[in-house]
């Protein structure tokens, strides 16, 4: 309650005291550049761990197989 008392004298008394000096009132993130290096990492890790296309002997491009889920229990009741 006293912290609630506090934010209100805050905003009561803007003229004189500034609330950001107290309260984080905004959060402005630029998440941009993280973006870009995750994109530029994900190709790179795709190269490495043989992920999307392959080139075959004849120098086509062919999509990857479908990897079985690892884990997976099929439904035995689903016949019944």
């Not at 999307?52 to 997976?72: I, P, R, S, W, Y």
């Amino acid at each position: 309650m006293d912290k609630l008392e506090e934010v209100s004298f805050l905003l009561k008394n803007a003229d004189t005291h500034q609330i950001e000096q107290f309260l984080k009132i905004s959060d402005m993130r630029n998440y941009k550049d993280v973006c870009a290096q995750m994109t530029d990492y994900i190709k790179i890790m795709e190269k490495q761990f043989g992920g999307g296309a392959t080139v075959d002997e004849e120098g086509n491009e062919v999509a990857a197989e479908e990897a079985a889920a690892v884990g997976h229990v099929p439904d035995l009741l689903d016949d019944a």
